[in-house]
């Protein structure tokens, strides 16, 4: 039985995280400050004696004894990212410092939730992990993009003065079960508003693209990726296929056979024109990982969750 530290465990991928590592027969110790985490996506779990709980901020020192550290404390919709900038920072590059300084101590394998935002607006189209990326520093989105590329750099820096044992993944969009209702990224914002009947919200055009990847793929592929033997990445953990947001609308519309109607608003600052993650290293690297869910099921599964919880409300 290995003992592992999940940070951020108790929000949307996390909760899932902790979840897939207990059905394997771990000793999971979830760390989350409730930010925008929830005990509700992880009250299911608490039974399991092989579960514990701390609330505490990764922005202070934290010790404990453990084999592998999954470290993804942070905000990640632009809504709560943006809401205290200076915290998402220190989250993102103290968090790093103190998570990499418990890793150096105690000989653990530590793996860092990196970002697709790593690339920016990309000017290479699909990414590779070879492309440094087109990052505006000073802009809105600047303390999550540039705050995750500070942590690879602290991650990278770790392993070549102290020989950490890091394995660093850049997860493209990813969504499913447990998202927050209210943080307003697409996925759940279109679902909830076809679910209410209300106005589906498309930014600017609506023809910026992403990929959007169902949680289950990703939670397969960061555990692939702390297996590996050798091996740091960065490597893209996201699915290929593009659709622009027009299309996600019309595919959530039909899924929940929805009347909504769609209303275009100002883009937001920044906001790229494009994503998609080639996945080339990560087949290579992670045992053939792929991801196994496309956007219809994913939706389906997403859509019965979200119709549940606003019927509980
Ligand atoms: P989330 O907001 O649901 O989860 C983040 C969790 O971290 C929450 O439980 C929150 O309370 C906790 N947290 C935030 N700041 C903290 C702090 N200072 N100390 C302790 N806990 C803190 O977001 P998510 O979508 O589950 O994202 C998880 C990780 O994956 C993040 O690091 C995010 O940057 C990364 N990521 C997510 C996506 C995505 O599409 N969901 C894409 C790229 C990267
Ligand atoms: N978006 C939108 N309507 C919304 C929320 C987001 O059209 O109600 C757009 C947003 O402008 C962006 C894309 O959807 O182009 C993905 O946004 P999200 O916040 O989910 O993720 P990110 O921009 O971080 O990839």
């Keep these: 039985m290995k003992r592992v530290l999940v940070t951020g465990g108790a929000g949307f ?27 509700r996506n992880i009250v299911h779990l608490m039974d399991n004696p092989y579960f514990e709980v701390i609330r505490h901020d990764v922005t202070h020192p934290f010790f404990i004894e453990v084999d592998e550290i999954y470290n993804m404390a942070c905000p990640a919709s632009p809504i709560h990212y943006q809401y205290n900038p200076i915290k998402t920072i220190k989250t993102s590059v103290m968090g790093a410092i103190n998570m990499l300084g418990l890793a150096k ?133 996201g699915n290929p296929n593009e659709f622009t947001m027009l299309e996600l609308a019309q595919e959530v519309l039909r899924i929940t056979n929805s009347k909504s109607k769609l209303i275009f608003l100002p883009l937001p600052a920044d906001d790229p024109t494009q994503r998609k993650p080639d996945i080339t290293l990560a087949k290579k690297e992670l045992d053939n990982w792929e991801p196994k869910i496309q956007l219809a099921e994913g939706l389906e599964k997403t859509i019965n969750y979200f119709d549940n919880l606003l019927r509980d409300v």
């Design 13 to 39: 991928i996390g909760s899932h995280l902790c979840e897939r590592l207990l059905n394997e027969g771990n000793d999971v110790v979830c760390l989350d400050n409730y930010f925008t985490g929830n005990k």
């Design 105 to 237: 101590r105690i000989k653990a394998k530590i793996l860092q939730a990196s970002t697709s935002e790593v690339y920016g607006d990309p000017l290479v189209h699909p990414q590779v992990e070879e492309y440094w990326g087109n990052v505006n520093p000073i802009g809105i989105r600047s303390c999550y993009d540039e705050g995750k590329r500070c942590a690879e750099s602290l991650f990278f820096n770790y392993n070549r003065q102290n020989e950490v044992d890091i394995k660093v993944i850049r997860i493209f969009n990813t969504y499913g079960p447990r998202m927050h209702p209210q943080d307003g990224r697409v996925v759940s914002n279109f679902i909830v508003q076809a679910l209410k009947g209300e106005d589906i919200t498309i930014f600017g055009d609506g023809k910026q693209t992403r990929s959007f990847q169902y949680v289950d793929d990703l939670v397969e592929g960061a555990i692939r990726m702390m297996n590996t033997e050798g091996f740091s990445g960065p490597v893209n953990v």
